[in-house]
């Protein structure tokens, strides 16, 4: 039973550094460029034994995405109303501590928008999931008198995903933005009062 | 002389059949990924060939991304105040119909933000001229008392680029968005009256 135990966690921790590796060669390289078998010998294997861990290089590249959104699933969850923008918020905030990161979603959400790309439905799921919890939570501000006239809740929605994708692209190019407070001073010009003086934190993290 | 001309035109035409098929390659691929030797292959020639023409990939690239540019150039050329804006918008029309340009661009850039990347300092440079413009016209428009108060003309500029590249994110991903309107219906937030009932197309084509 130890023996066991061990065993896992020694094939765990040989996940880990392999999605380490894959995470680093995806993310300079793109993921039609990339090569398996640098990943492999970074992490001193052969690549089919490394894809005996994974399968193939899509599922790697799925693995190692999932890892990247887990957190940000975290932090949305369960979120409703305002609290879901204030959790975009904390994402964006976030996001400035991992520009590797950020690349490989960036050249990953380029590469896949042709429909026969691996990672297509993965990245337009994705990005449809943001649209469509950001116009819930309008939607739920809106019913409570919070937005100005005017404001349509999937027009503000898609705005403010597409600003935020484009400010990725701006910061990672190097142009000096804030993510974070451009956000929020754009969440402000859709609703009747500022959202820190009207709302106050409603349970987001500080 | 006339057989001069001649072996000008072929060698032009040959020019235009190479920068047609690298188009096509690097907007599938990317640059990384992509292959010379596909690009030579598909014009008839061999690798040597295509580079006598051209001197490297990154030249190649640089010559597919300059063609791209000039007619976004010659719309914007010359243009002041409400004029650029409008230039901005008939750029977003314009590149509903060229989806593989969008494509090739939208890769590039996210490809390119590592500073070691050869497009990098093509990408950075037009991006921050775009943002340098749009803050000029922006400028231009507040001096004639046309922003709204509290709008600072950099970080609207911002705004706007960002929104533009992330919308032809999600358009490009299959999300329905209508680039050109909400790229106007934006302008007309930062303004004290709508773009167009306030100041007619100022000499900006129909």
Redesign the interface.
């Known amino acids: 039973m130890a023996t066991q135990r061990g065993a896992y966690k020694k094939t765990a921790k040989r996940r880990e550094e392999i999605l380490d590796a894959a995470f680093d060669v995806f993310s300079?390289?793109?993921y039609?460029?990339a090569s398996v078998n640098e990943i492999a010998r970074t992490v001193g294997m052969t690549q089919p034994g490394l894809l005996h861990h994974f399968g193939s290089k899509l599922a790697l590249l799925e693995a190692v995405l999932e890892r990247r959104d887990q957190l940000a699933l975290d932090i949305l969850s369960g979120r409703h109303d305002v609290e879901f923008l204030y959790g975009l918020l904390e994402i964006a905030r976030r996001n400035k501590a991992v520009p590797g990161l950020l690349?490989l979603y960036?050249?990953l959400?380029?590469?896949?928008?042709?429909?026969d790309h691996p990672a297509?439905a993965f990245?337009?799921r994705r990005?449809?999931n943001v649209?469509g919890g950001t116009t819930r939570a309008f939607e739920e501000m809106q019913a409570r008198g919070l937005l100005r006239d005017g404001v349509d809740p999937r027009?503000a929605a898609?705005?403010i995903?597409?600003?935020?994708?484009?400010?990725q692209?701006?910061w990672?190019?190097?142009?000096d933005?804030d993510m974070e407070q451009?956000i929020r001073?754009?969440f402000d010009?859709y609703l009747t009062a500022p959202l820190d003086a009207s709302f106050g934190r409603l349970g987001a993290d500080a």
């Open positions: 300079r390289q793109g039609t460029a690349r960036s050249i959400a380029a590469e896949s928008s042709t429909p297509h990245i337009a990005l449809g649209v027009t898609i705005e995903t597409s600003m935020a994708e484009g400010l692209l701006l990672l190019q190097g142009i933005v451009i001073s754009h010009s």
